[in-house]
């Protein structure tokens, strides 16, 4: 594709800096010091007080005292722990603990307070805050940290943990109490600056159809460039340069983007170009760090520091055990390799709830060869035989799990329309009266209509409500004319099922597809993985002829290797479930032995002599080899006549040395690291054990031999439960290498898939920067370049950079925090800048000399962001009702700071609010609701740290509980209005209330045209009038000014704020960032007592009363839009760029009108009520991920969800705009838009002029009355 070049510039530069301020204290290095080693090394947190107490670092100040600390930490871990404190990644756990005032400076005994040997009054609340140096006790010894003769101090804590009066010491943290000179290191300075941001710099074009590169002196817009000539260009970089360090070479052509552009377009590998045409288009990137996934979208550094120290932890275990560095990884590929365990539930247990001869499978084919035919466009092959058998075990005394059990059955058999045999199998009798309602009716439906009402069942189960008995029966009554027989009728039919079950371990809710458990938590992607793993299995049996038509489930048992028991406990790894080994085995002749035993005893003799009778039965099976301690049993002939072996004199001498209680408790035997209790189906056990770590234990053996098998495993087997190590065997002729020469000195192993023209290869620049400086010599890098599906809005920001020092730096012997200065941007361009930060950080723009939606880099610029708050995000499984209706809940969140705010729980379990760091509490309104939310654990809003679930990124877990009795201190604790943010939520009463107005001002321009918006409502509408602005979009100057303006002008103007949920798909650009609040959140961002707005863009003029469109009946429906301009409103000019005109658009919408979302009303009553916020989130975040899909998202997502949300049309005339409307009905119009023509592109202002007569006149009167308040103000 040809360069066009349009425009030349001047190289002259400018200066850029941006800084991000706390709204908390300033914290000193040391505390932060103290506090990271509690996190992370707690075993360092002694020795390194007992340094700086000797050393007197409370006395020293500056440079030198940090110095003198920095010193006492060990030299392998300094400069991860350097790069943390110049993040200030434990400034909150500071805060938070400094804001507490805490009296206790002596002794804690249980949980209250005891000074000079007199107990206090009331409880001791803030544990979480204490900094053990011992191991945590009942009896504690508290040292307040600064204080007069610390050294004194100090030593008589540790003269009575000598005399035993206390068992264990603890520091807090109040750093706010130290004196002297103020230097950020022992004392805090009066403010405090933070880093581990990142800026995105943009060109002022959104729509992105050129950049800026620099060829020579010179600066030239490029119209357009060939994206795949652009990503050839970057892989022939990035494949063949001389440059030797991969993150050097992404940063060259990454971090300022438009420069690098026209050398990478003039680099031409037609072998490149060759792999590349054909290399498939993949969805997600990544960075692997010892197999630990990093999500270059989502995570942040401080995600990315905890990695590094955790595992630097668990490097340092390896190291003193002397195994090898690469353990883990290596371990991953065990998992790969594990056999498909199977287990039996007979056929005649079974109630089956859909016949393959029904209704819904008749399409299908029923001869079995038919499975061998593939459709790309379903999930499930065609043949309706049951080939596959979906179970669910259902505990009907947990009928919230069975309910949702019940319902993914409804979601697999209608929604996604498998042809599977379904059927599920209760495994107690129920003690409650529901649950035996429940399962008796199930059984009646079963004994009168068969699959045939059970299927109906299924397909009407989500209207089933579990609060009462009469709900239950009234569902029956209603949908079967049923009256259900007695719970003693029934139970009887299925006694014997039931006892079947729990004889054979069946105790708990789960699901079975062909006998293989599928954790519920991973129900859709475990589900897919066993299908997809027995098709070809299947296929061969069907190609053998060695399956025949009818209960082909019943013949497969006779050809798989099934398991007749199902051990609870051993089906999911627990910490609890490991041998704690800390020594070798020191086993002489092991070469003949495959897995070790070890015989634990619990005091029962005949138990333990029948383990033993087993374990010889198996010992013919398989070489394994018995050691260990049996306590109480004396006698051990039974093992010398069973095992006569060579090696058993060694098995003496062990038995001997006797039992470790940590090694062998909770456990009867222990198969090389798995504890296992041990009954009648011990072989069961062992099976079940080996499953999960037969081919790990084989590895570990051969690699490092069996003396340090149990060591070894109980490394792995524990880490595996606190970190999700991928193993990925991706390979590609397209991947570039970074190897250390020395194999032992490798600590880090790096593999990255990245498409080097996303976005992503800007942020893993900065990521592999750091590890380098890290870990110097000691990182393998292993770079596969890919393909994505992105498109322009997801390139590399044109200028983008971190803000990530690796160590604090110093000024005149203070602490200097340090601003992110930008030099390299050129002058005279007009650019767009945005903050980039944690998930879980909140900052605001308030001060600033431009507007940073629209400036150009001109002299020195200063651009101010405010850390306001920290995010919480949580979420719940359960549902708030209201009789048979759930619904919204309001939360209020008390901290132990005295800090109080409020949020809204959704219908669908998702709570967000902002608040400073400390623990916090919930509760909900009682005056409005019957239940009251509390949490698993106090909020702990204590570090930056962005928490993962699986791939995605974990919340706090709230749980409902139903309270008999509404506590008075709910009452007395109401949230003081004063708060902003409660103001916002819950709003005011007025006397009559106001119409309520939403839109969105980005930038001063829109700025501007918004009061002409304001004003031209008011002008034509008497009734009161609301305004509500995100305040996140605004200037600190607008935020102010449009307060005053409103108040002068006699309308209500206020700000709301909704922070991106972790669960959704991220936008990139500003523009759509903007579009997406207009639409995503309108259910949550309100307060729950607005029950209707009306959107309006912020570039428009009404000229019709909007208490008119207030008023509008919209027929039951959550939202109206006008359509676009069609009939004799149609502008024939613009038909050609009618999308929706197309046939892809016109399928989707299915002879409805697509309409523009410039102008609308929602009725949130409604919208809430018809949960359309989840709807509008979910469809988003299905068709998000491909960027072809939403181009005018906040206009293609209501209309293509129409056939589930329905748009109610307005009449035409509420909207015109000049592009897709003509100018003989303008006159017509009550309210005129400025949205964009296609055909000839003008400015907002520019646009206003020409078609809004009136804005020139509305301008002057605004600009006029902006005088007079200024006026007012300076008099």
Not at 284 to 313: A, P, R, V
Not at 385 to 397: G, S
Not at 462 to 477: G, K, P, W, Y
């Amino acid at each position: 594709m040809k360069i066009l070049i349009l425009i030349l510039f001047t190289t002259a530069l400018g200066t850029i800096q941006v800084s991000l301020k706390s709204n908390w204290k300033d914290t000193p290095l040391l505390y932060e010091t103290l506090s990271y080693l509690n996190e992370y090394n707690n075993e360092l947190l002694l020795p390194f007080f007992e340094g700086i107490i000797e050393k007197d670092v409370f006395n020293l100040r500056g440079e030198k005292a940090y110095n003198t600390f920095i010193e006492l930490l060990p030299e392998n871990n300094r400069k991860l722990i350097e790069l943390a404190l110049s993040l200030r990644s434990q400034s909150p756990f500071v805060a938070a603990s400094n804001s507490i005032n805490i009296s206790c400076n002596g002794i804690i005994r249980g949980n209250k307070c005891s000074l000079n040997g007199k107990e206090e009054k009331g409880r001791f609340e803030y544990e979480r805050y204490l900094l053990y140096l011992t191991k945590q006790t009942n009896t504690t010894g508290i040292l307040i940290i600064p204080q007069e003769n610390i050294k004194e101090k100090f030593n008589l804590l540790k003269q009575l943990m000598k005399e035993k009066v206390i068992s264990s010491m603890a520091l807090f943290l109040k750093p706010s109490l130290s004196e002297g000179i103020k230097d950020g290191i022992i004392t805090p300075l009066d403010t405090m600056n933070l880093t581990g941001y990142d800026i995105e710099i943009m060109h002022r074009n959104f729509k992105r159809e050129f950049g800026i590169i620099k060829e020579k002196e010179d600066y030239i817009y490029l119209k357009e460039w060939n994206n795949e000539e652009l990503r050839i260009g970057m892989m022939d970089y990035l494949l063949n340069d001389k440059e030797k360090s991969i993150s050097n070479k992404l940063m060259n052509i990454t971090q300022e983007f438009p420069l690098s552009i026209i050398n990478l377009l003039k680099r031409k590998n037609e072998s490149l170009k060759i792999i590349s045409e054909n290399l498939r288009e993949v969805n997600s990137q990544m960075m692997l760090i010892n197999g630990i996934s990093f999500n270059l979208q989502q995570q942040s550094i401080y995600d990315f520091i905890d990695i590094l120290q955790k595992e630097d932890n668990k490097l340092h275990e390896l190291q003193k055990y002397e195994l090898p560095k690469n353990l883990f990884i290596s371990s991953l590929v065990s998992k790969e390799n594990k056999e498909t365990i199977r287990f039996l539930i007979p056929s005649e247990h079974i109630i089956k709830l859909n016949s393959l001869d029904s209704y819904l499978y008749e399409r299908f084919p029923k001869q079995l060869e038919s499975f061998f035919q593939y459709n790309p466009y379903r999930l499930f092959r065609y043949t309706s035989q049951d080939l596959y058998t979906f179970i669910a075990t259902l505990d009907f005394n947990d009928l919230s799990q069975t309910l949702n059990s019940l319902k993914v059955i409804q979601t697999f058999m209608f929604r996604y329309m498998a042809p599977l045999q379904f059927g599920i199998i209760p495994i107690n009798i129920p003690t409650n009266e529901i649950g035996k309602i429940l399962l008796s009716s199930i059984i009646d439906i079963n004994n009168k209509w068969g699959t045939d009402g059970l299927m109906k069942f299924i397909e009407k189960v989500d209207e089933l409500q579990i609060n009462s008995v009469s709900q239950i029966t009234d569902f029956f009554r209603k949908f079967y004319r049923l009256r259900v027989s007695t719970f003693e009728y029934n139970i009887n039919k299925i006694l014997n099922t039931i006892n079947y079950m729990n004889n054979h371990g069946f105790k708990f809710n789960a699901f079975y597809l062909n006998g293989v458990f599928i954790n519920p938590e991973k129900m859709v992607s475990e589900f897919s993985k066993i299908y997809s793993s027995d098709i070809p299995i299947l296929q061969e049996l069907i190609r053998t002829k060695q399956l025949h038509d009818g209960n082909i489930y019943k013949q497969l048992q006779n050809k798989f290797q099934w398991i007749k028991y199902i051990d609870n406990d051993l089906m999911t790894i627990k910490q609890n479930s490991i041998a704690n080994w800390k020594e070798p085995f020191n086993i002489s002749k092991p070469e003949d032995i495959n897995h070790i035993i070890t015989l634990c005893g619990d005091g029962d003799e005949v138990k333990m002599n029948q383990i033993i009778e087993k374990l010889y039965e198996l010992h013919s099976k398989e070489k394994w080899k018995i050691i260990g301690g049996m306590k109480n049993i004396t006698e051990n002939q039974i093992i010398e006549n069973k095992f006569k072996t060579k090696e058993f004199k060694e098995i003496i001498k062990i038995l001997k040395e006797g039992n470790k209680k940590e090694i062998c408790e909770n456990a009867n035997i222990i198969f090389d690291s798995i504890k296992i209790k041990g009954n009648e189906h011990l072989e069961e056990q062992i099976k079940l054990v080996l499953h999960g770590i037969k081919h790990l234990s084989e590895n570990l053996k051969r690699d490092i031999g069996i003396n340090k098998l149990g060591i070894a495993m109980n490394l792995i087997l524990l880490d595996s439960l606190t970190t999700n190590r991928v193993y990925d065997n991706n390979q590609s002729p397209l991947t570039v290498k970074q190897v250390v020469n020395d194999v032992n000195s490798i600590q880090y192993n790096i593999k990255l898939l990245i498409d080097p023209i996303m976005r992503e290869a800007q942020k893993v620049s900065k990521m592999l920067q750091i590890l380098e400086e890290l870990y110097p010599n000691q990182i393998n890098i292993e770079m596969i370049l890919i393909k994505t599906s992105g498109k322009g809005g997801d390139f590399p920001c044109e200028y983008y950079y971190s803000n990530i020092p690796f160590k604090p730096i110093f000024n005149n012997n203070q602490r200097k925090d340090q601003d992110l200065i930008i030099q390299s941007l050129p002058k005279n361009i007009m650019f767009q800048l945005k903050i980039i930060t944690a998930q879980n950080i909140d900052t605001l723009l308030t001060n600033t000399t431009v507007d940073i939606d629209n400036f150009k880099n001109n002299g020195t610029i200063m651009i101010e962001y405010s850390l306001t708050n920290l995010v919480i995000e949580a979420t719940s499984q359960s549902k708030v009702y209201i009789g048979n209706e759930y619904r919204y809940n309001i939360i209020n969140v008390t901290g132990d700071n005295g800090f109080i705010n409020q949020g809204v729980l959704s219908k669908d379990g998702y709570f967000q609010t902002l608040v400073p760091p400390g623990i916090y509490s919930t509760y909900s309104n009682p005056s409005m609701y019957y239940k009251f939310i509390t949490l698993n654990q106090p909020f702990e809003v204590l570090n930056f740290k962005f928490t993962v679930h699986e791939l995605s990124f974990q919340s706090v877990l709230l749980s409902l509980e139903e309270k008999n009795k509404i506590m008075n201190e709910l009452n007395t604790n109401k949230p003081s209005t004063s708060n902003s943010f409660i103001s916002n939520l819950f709003g005011n009463k007025k006397d009559e209330p106001p119409i309520e107005i939403f839109t969105i001002a980005g930038g001063k321009d829109y700025e501007r045209t918004v009061k002409i918006l304001i004003y031209s409502v008011k002008k034509n509408t008497k009734s009161p009038l609301k305004f509500w602005l995100i305040e996140d979009f605004l200037s600190p100057e607008g935020r102010i000014k449009l307060k005053e303006y409103g108040k002068a002008l006699g309308v209500t103007i206020e700000y709301c704020r909704f922070h991106w949920p972790y669960f959704m798909f991220k936008q990139v650009s500003k523009t759509r960032i903007i579009w997406a609040n207009k639409i995503l959140f309108l259910d949550m961002m309100f307060p729950q007592t607005v029950d209707k707005i009306i959107f309006m863009d912020s570039d428009q003029v009404t000229r019709a009363d909007a208490k008119e469109l207030w008023n509008f009946d919209i027929q039951g429906n959550a939202i109206a839009m006008t359509p676009f301009c069609d009939g004799e409103w149609l502008n024939k000019e613009t038909v050609n760029y009618r999308f929706w005109y197309h046939d892809s658009w016109q399928h989707a919408l299915q002879n409805r009108p697509y309409h523009i979302s410039a102008l609308f009303i929602a009725d949130l009553k409604t919208f809430r009520m018809n949960n359309v916020g989840e709807q509008y989130r979910s469809m988003y975040n299905n068709l998000a991920f491909d960027p072809n899909n939403l181009a005018n998202l906040d206009q293609d997502l209501p209309n293509y969800i129409q056939n589930y949300v329905p748009i109610f049309s307005l009449p035409q005339e509420w909207l015109w705009c000049e592009s897709w409307c003509n100018q003989k009905v303008k006159s017509k119009a009550k309210t005129i838009d400025l949205c964009s023509n296609p055909i000839k592109p003008l400015g907002k202002i520019e646009s206003a002029l020409k078609y809004i007569e009136e804005w020139k006149s509305y301008d002057e009167i605004v600009h006029g009355m902006e005088e007079k308040i200024n006026n007012k103000k300076e008099l």
